[in-house]
């Protein structure tokens, strides 16, 4: 069993349910918070009662997210280089509360996906794979790249509103490689680094002062002596 929180994940995963027929029927699953901050604190390596992956994530497109697929098995989205879905696998345990205590409602939104999917595909229709009629007419081109812009847009309008998970303990944060964490990691050792590059810098240059004196000291002693040396001859 898997959870995928992100509902474009899991449009381009199943084909907006029509990749095949057994992922015909897309499931919107909410659970506990608490039972799923108990299935993240779960996660490890092989073992333990879940585990966790980050996959690239999705948005969709007016292209296709894979030209050698055939048409069926179209998503519409593309990767987000920056951004990291999570996926969480189930085992034993984790899987067993997760389908008797955790789930709290079970909303079919095949329909949604369905509609959201037809105008994917509508929003195709300036992809390069228009008809001849279109590149002989320019205002009917312009016409349908007009409608396919409108059916992009009534996709992503359909799609469910998805906020930032807020309130995860730092613990089970660092636990499951949240980058908030990775990236404050890093930046102290940068800072950490930049001390240690400081304090060595400061201390070649106390080194620097130190060789200095001795030199201008050495000199000062040796025009000393030189001078009442040349004093004395003179005298004598």
């Known amino acids: 069993t898997w959870i995928k929180p992100s509902f474009v994940w899991m449009g381009y995963r199943s084909g907006w349910g029509h990749k095949d027929k057994n992922q015909e029927r897309i499931l919107a699953i909410d659970i506990s918070r608490q039972g799923f901050e108990w299935i993240l604190s779960q996660s490890g390596p092989k073992g ?3 585990v966790i992956q980050w996959d690239p994530e999705r948005e969709v497109s007016g ?3 894979a030209g050698s697929e055939s048409e069926k098995f179209r998503t519409y989205t593309k990767k987000l280089t920056n951004v990291r879905s999570i996926q969480i696998g189930l085992r034993s345990e ?3 509360r997760f389908n ?3 789930i709290t409602r079970i909303t079919d939104v095949t329909e949604t ?3 959201i999917y037809a105008l994917l595909v509508s929003s195709c229709s300036s992809d390069g794979t228009n008809n001849k009629d279109n590149k002989d007419n320019r205002d009917n081109k312009d016409n349908k790249d007009d409608e396919a812009k409108h059916a992009l847009e009534a996709a992503k309008a359909m799609l469910p509103r998805e906020t ?4 995860l303990s730092e613990g089970t944060g660092r636990h499951i490689g949240l980058s908030i964490y990775s990236d404050q990691q890093h930046q102290q050792q940068h800072q950490r680094q930049h001390q240690r590059q400081r304090q060595r810098q400061r201390q070649h240059s106390k080194k620097d002062d130190e060789q200095n004196n001795n030199n201008k000291n050495k000199g000062n002693h040796n025009n000393k002596n ?3 040396h040349n004093n004395k001859n003179k005298g004598n």
């Open 113 to 115: 996906a369905n509609k």
């Open 100 to 102: 008797e205590e955790f």
């Open 94 to 96: 984790a899987s067993q």
């Open 226 to 228: 030189k001078g009442n």
């Open 63 to 65: 292209l296709n997210s």
């Open 48 to 50: 333990c009662g879940a």
């Open 164 to 167: 930032v998970y807020d309130g």
